[in-house]
C-alpha cells in the first residue's frame, strides 16, 4: 500500500511548503491527501494546486486520517487552527506528527494557546533561525515552493517583458521603473510585536501605530527625489482589508492584492518589503530587493535564502541612498543557500523510515521551544 501523508494548512506561509509536494512524494513512492481551509486555499488554488476539505464532524476527520502513516500541518496565527485538533487525533492514533514553520517570529506561540501546548513529533523549516529554537526535532528543508519558484522564472524570462509589464502595471510604465512595496499584516500571534515601541528607529509621520504603516510612511518621504521616474505599487497581503490602506491612495500609483504575486514581483524593477517571505522570493528570481523594518531586532525575520544576502536598513537617513542603489545601482548576482539540503518529500520519506512504532501516541517529549 502506498504510504499516505495526510496534510492540512490554512496560512499561506505554510501553504508554500505544499507547492509542488504531491508530484515528489509521487516520485518516493507516496502519496498526499491535501486539506485546506481559510486563505491557504484560495492561495494554493492560484498554484494550480487542488486542497480538499476539512471533514467538518470528529468522526469524519478521524476515519480520514487513519488511514494515514504521517500527519503535516502547517501551523498558522491561529490558536483555533483545526491542526491543532488533527495533531491530538493523530497521537492517539500512533500517527507521526510534523509541522511546518516558515518563520522565525513567535516560534513558541505556535505550538498552541499558553498553557496548552502541541507537542509534534518533529518540526520542519526552511529557515535555520526556526531549527535553532526548537528541541530535538527541528529538520532543516530545501524550501520547495523556491523550487517551483525557480521553474516559473525560466518561464518567464521567456515572456515579452514590455508587454507583461503594462498588462500588469499600466501602459504608463515603459519609461518608468517599477516599485512594489510588499504589505505585511500588523498583527499575529504576539500583536504587540507588530506595534511601535519605543525601540522604533523609523517613525513615520501618521497617527497608526501599526508597524506596516509606518514603514510604508518612510518609504513614501524617501522615494520623493525619485518619484518622477518611479511607478510605485502597494502590494497588500492576502488577509490585507483594501479598506485599511485607502488613506494611501494619493501616495501610490497602483494597488494590488488579487494579481498573481509572482508576477508582480518578476516583472518589476524593485521590491521594497519588511521581513515577508516574498522578500527571499524576490532575491531567487534575481529581482533587486530592500528589506525595511522600524527595529533592528527584526532583521533576524527576514528569511535570508541566497548569498550575499538582501540588504535590511533600518534608519531614516540611509534610506534614500538605498532606495536608489536599489534603482540605479546593478544587483548582486546571488545563489541560493540550501540547494545542499534535502528536499521535504526526502525528509518525510526519512522521518517514516526512522519513527520507532506508535511514537506519536507513547513521546511526551515532542517537539518544544527553547526561551530565547
Request: hydrophobic letters at 40%.
Amino acid at each position: 500500500m502506498v504510504p499516505l501523508v495526510f496534510g492540512f494548512v490554512e496560512d499561506p506561509g505554510s501553504a508554500n511548503f505544499f507547492v509542488g509536494l504531491a508530484a515528489t512524494l509521487a516520485d518516493r513512492g507516496m502519496a498526499l491527501d491535501l486539506r485546506a481551509d481559510g486563505v491557504a486555499r484560495s492561495y494554493l488554488l492560484m498554484r494550480n494546486e487542488s486542497p480538499g476539505l476539512l471533514p467538518s464532524d470528529n468522526d469524519s476527520r478521524a476515519r480520514v486520517l487513519g488511514e494515514a502513516a504521517l500527519l503535516l500541518v502547517g501551523t498558522s496565527e491561529n490558536h483555533d487552527n483545526p491542526g491543532f485538533a488533527l495533531v491530538g487525533d493523530a497521537r492517539r492514533r500512533g500517527v507521526p506528527t510534523v509541522a511546518i514553520i516558515d518563520s522565525p517570529a513567535s516560534v513558541i506561540e505556535r505550538f498552541g494557546r499558553p498553557g496548552r501546548p502541541i507537542h509534534v513529533d518533529y518540526v520542519v523549516s526552511a529557515q535555520p533561525e526556526v531549527c535553532d529554537q526548537v528541541v530535538r526535532s527541528g529538520r532543516l528543508v530545501r524550501h520547495p515552493y523556491l523550487d517551483d519558484l525557480e521553474r516559473r522564472y525560466v518561464k518567464m524570462a521567456r515572456e515579452d517583458r514590455n508587454k507583461r509589464r503594462k498588462a500588469l502595471f499600466g501602459s504608463n510604465v515603459r519609461s518608468k521603473k517599477v516599485v512594489v512595496f510588499m504589505s505585511e499584516t500588523s498583527d499575529g500571534l504576539r500583536p504587540a510585536a507588530f506595534h511601535r515601541t519605543e525601540s522604533y528607529t523609523l517613525q513615520g509621520w501618521g497617527n497608526s501605530d501599526k508597524r506596516t504603516h509606518i514603514v510604508l510612511q518612510e518609504v513614501i518621504d524617501a522615494l520623493r527625489p525619485l518619484r518622477d521616474q518611479v511607478h510605485f505599487v502597494m502590494r497588500l497581503h492576502p488577509k490585507d482589508d483594501k479598506i485599511e490602506y485607502a488613506p494611501f491612495a494619493d501616495f501610490v500609483d497602483q494597488v494590488s492584492q488579487q494579481e498573481d504575486a509572482r508576477d508582480v514581483v518578476y516583472f518589476a524593477d524593485a521590491v521594497v518589503g519588511m521581513t515577508t517571505n516574498l522578500i527571499a522570493e524576490a532575491a531567487v528570481m534575481a529581482v533587486p530587493v530592500l528589506s525595511v523594518v522600524p527595529q533592528v531586532a527584526e532583521e533576524r525575520w527576514l528569511a535570508q535564502m541566497t548569498k550575499p544576502g538582501v540588504r535590511v536598513v533600518n534608519r531614516r537617513d540611509d534610506l534614500p541612498k538605498a532606495l536608489a542603489d536599489l534603482l540605479f545601482v546593478a544587483a548582486p548576482v546571488r545563489k541560493r543557500v540550501d540547494l545542499d539540503r534535502p528536499g521535504l518529500a526526502d525528509t518525510l520519506a526519512d522521518i517514516l523510515v526512522s519513527m520507532p512504532e506508535n511514537l506519536s501516541g507513547s513521546r511526551g517529549d515532542s517537539a518544544s521551544a527553547k526561551r530565547n
